[in-house]
């Protein structure tokens, strides 16, 4: 189907069913009971998994399948939100044109910066990288203020032209929309003591999701993916094979920019406003971790990745000692308090050391990832332990230690 | 006029003279051996030929053109292919994809961006790199990732890597290091077969004489950076300047 053979078939089918029911899915407990904090299913946060699931899966195919490690890709996430933003101030707020400009305007600039970068590899390309997206950041910070809005960004305002909007009411802050159709126009579904939100901006975005997934396959089931992963594999043989390394690297690198500046472009769409935070180097190391955590090289890892780390930065950072208090309220007193002490730094504010620790134990544990994580049990519940090699390119840069 | 004509190819390293003077005339068609003992500056010279080493004064010539200066990429473009001593192969891969690459290479020219195209559709690519897989007798190995492999396929790996690509010049360093005396065999045999068909002009650096007297129509003899001689090899048998090189290193 689609093109693609039946294992990429049954993975995107999984990967469409999971997205278009994660309303419900994310949000397995009933409201008002103890656990209905760990619901995930509001539009928010499945908003933003989908969106940072797009950046990290192109920042996968440059990263799973050539190694280069970009430590600013966030630069292409900014550049995208602002693109995105201006589009909607002048032109319309219709999010379509929005997400066209935040691609073009990405890819031109990773264009550039690829262009320079890949001069280098290695760490060196690692700092270089770095080295722009800070750049950028201190230009939309301050310099660039008249075009970024500096520290306090951007926002759409009463009196932005919009160019495209005839019938827009004169004066009236403009909302961002699909043709007409509100990004926030939700439909409640209560169901028992459940409540299941459907959100227009969450189905939107994750349809966005569903093709870059696909592209992503394609991608990697390419004779240009073929390249890309003998890139990171031995760039010299590769060299005295015939084939000229920079054309490779530095499509890869636009294409990811791309991504990147489509995720930021969402972003905008979703929540209308840019600050230049977006594009600190915390951001680009984020996109990093979540590829890594997920499975660097393999299709459904970054997603995975990027659902996880959102996860725990908007679930898991909101337990507090209250909390914790009503989870082991039944305990004695003494060992409540003891149990307490030793997980309240984990948690809350502390969700940072969680996932610091969950990055050292799949770092050193699972090179592959959560992925191979999933493949170990699902390898052990069906009885046969060992590694199955049919599985292509996806299981070959798996089983590889990231880099 | 020979395919390849390397003259007077100095190289230094510090203080160390790798090659000094060097002149090899490859006879388009033909089997060129290099031999001479550890050190003696065989692999510097194949290094100068694919854009690894510049050479510090000299020619490199090829179809009349010259290689220096150009990068390696082309200079496989324009149809040489090099086998390394230390296997140079993509170790995540599989054998099929080492071999389909250097095919897409043959095909495609230095780039062709084409992330829509699917692997599974180039069918002719990855017939003609089973073929050659069959050939060097990895036929079924073909799915075994490159790493996985024992040094000798990783070698036979790295030829078919080169034959798919059907080159004019081969360069073989030490193709049959590591190998039992069988697989050895079967190399010469592979080798002696596509010359026959191909036409391939190859050059081969061999310690094992039995290879390098059942292979070669000329052979040259490179002691501490110097070719002490070139003829063929039924003049080099018993020459005394060999003789030395080796100092009965070879049973020649
Ligand atoms: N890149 C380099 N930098 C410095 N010295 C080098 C370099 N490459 C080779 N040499 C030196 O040049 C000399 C010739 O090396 P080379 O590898 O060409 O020998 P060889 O004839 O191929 O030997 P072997 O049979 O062991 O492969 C050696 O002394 C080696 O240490
Ligand atoms: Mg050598």
Redesign the interface.
């Known amino acids: 189907m689609l ?1 693609l ?1 039946s294992k990429d078939t049954r993975l995107f089918l999984i990967v469409i069913a999971m997205t278009l029911l994660a309303p419900f899915i994310l949000n397995p407990f009933p409201e008002g009971s103890n656990l209905a904090q760990f619901n995930a299913g509001y539009p928010d946060l499945m908003q933003r998994f989908v969106i940072f699931g797009i950046f990290a899966i192109g920042f996968n195919l440059l990263f799973g399948l050539t190694g280069y490690l970009s430590f600013g890709h966030a630069a292409f996430l900014g550049v995208g939100s602002y693109a995105s933003i201006w589009m909607m101030k002048l032109l319309t707020v219709n999010v379509i044109p929005a997400m066209f400009a935040s691609v073009i305007v990405s890819g031109l600039f990773a264009l550039v910066v690829g262009y320079v970068c890949l001069r280098r590899s290695g760490i060196y390309f690692s700092i270089l990288t770095l080295a722009f997206a800070q750049m950028s950041f201190a230009l939309a910070y301050s310099v660039l203020t008249p075009l970024t809005g500096g520290e306090t960004g951007l926002q759409l305002k009463a009196a932005d032209p919009r160019i495209l909007d005839f019938g827009a009411a004169e004066g009236s802050i403009g909302r961002a929309s699909f043709f007409g159709i509100d990004m926030r126009a939700s439909m409640e579904l209560p169901v028992g003591s459940w409540l299941f939100t459907l959100n227009f901006g969450y189905y939107l975005a994750a349809f966005v999701m569903l093709i870059a997934f696909y592209v992503s396959i ?2 990697f ?7 890309l ?2 890139v ?3 760039q ?9 390394t920079k ?2 690297t530095l ?1 890869v690198f636009v ?1 990811s920019g791309m991504y990147a500046g489509l995720a930021g472009g969402l972003l905008v769409a979703m929540d209308t406003q840019v600050g230049p935070e977006r594009m600190f180097w915390t951001a680009s190391g984020e996109v990093v971790l979540m590829t890594i955590l997920g499975g660097a090289g393999t299709l459904i890892g970054p997603v995975l990745g990027a659902g996880f780390i959102k996860y725990m930065e908007n679930i898991v950072s909101k337990i507090n000692s209250k909390t914790l208090e009503a989870w082991f309220g039944f305990l004695p007193d003494g060992l409540e308090d003891a149990l307490i002490t030793i997980v309240y730094p984990f948690v809350g504010k502390g969700w940072h050391l969680t996932l610091g620790i969950m990055f050292m134990l799949v770092v050193i544990f699972l090179p592959g990832g959560l992925v191979e994580g999933g493949k170990r049990i699902g390898g052990w519940l069906t009885g046969k332990g060992r590694k199955s ?2 599985d292509g390119g996806q299981e ?2 798996a089983s ?1 230690p990231a880099e | 006029m020979g395919i390849l004509e390397v003259q007077n190819v100095n190289k230094r390293f510090g203080g160390l003279q790798a090659l000094n003077n060097v002149n090899l005339n490859v006879e388009k068609g033909s089997v060129h051996a290099i031999i001479g003992p550890n050190g003696a500056g065989k692999s510097t010279l194949l290094n100068c030929f ?1 854009g ?1 080493l510049t050479p510090d004064t000299g020619s490199v010539m090829f179809n009349g053109k010259s290689l220096l200066g150009i ?3 082309q200079i ?2 324009a149809g040489v ?2 086998v ?1 001593q230390t296997p ?7 054998a099929l ?1 080492n071999v ?3 095919a ?3 095909r ?13 559709q ?1 069918s002719e ?1 990855r017939d003609s790199a089973e073929e050659v897989l069959r050939d060097v007798g990895l036929a079924d190995r073909k ?3 490159a790493a996985e492999m024992s040094r000798g396929d990783k070698r036979r790996l790295e030829m078919a ?1 080169c034959l798919v ?1 059907d080159p004019e010049l081969l360069l073989l360093d030490e193709p049959t290091a590591g190998m039992a005396r069988a697989d050895t065999n079967k190399t010469i045999d592979l080798l002696k077969h596509i010359g026959e068909t191909r036409g391939i002009t190859k050059v081969v650096i061999e310690h094992d004489m039995h290879v390098v007297f059942s292979l070669a129509d000329k052979i040259s003899v490179l002691a501490q950076g110097t070719v002490l001689v070139e003829d063929v090899p039924e003049n080099i048998k018993g020459h005394p300047k060999v003789r030395e090189a080796y100092l009965g290193e070879a049973q020649v």
């Open positions: 093109k053979d394609r991608i089931r390419s004779p240009f993916g073929m390249m992963r003998a990171k594999s031995n010299n043989r590769l060299n005295y094979t015939g084939v000229s054309p490779y499509a294409i090699k049919t070959a840069t590889t | 694919v690894r990068k390696p990429h496989n473009q292919s090099r390394f140079e192969i993509f170790s995540d891969l599989s994809e389909m690459i250097p897409f290479a043959k495609d020219g230095a780039y062709k961006l084409n992330p829509f195209r699917r692997v599974t180039e690519i799915d075994l990732i890597m690509q």
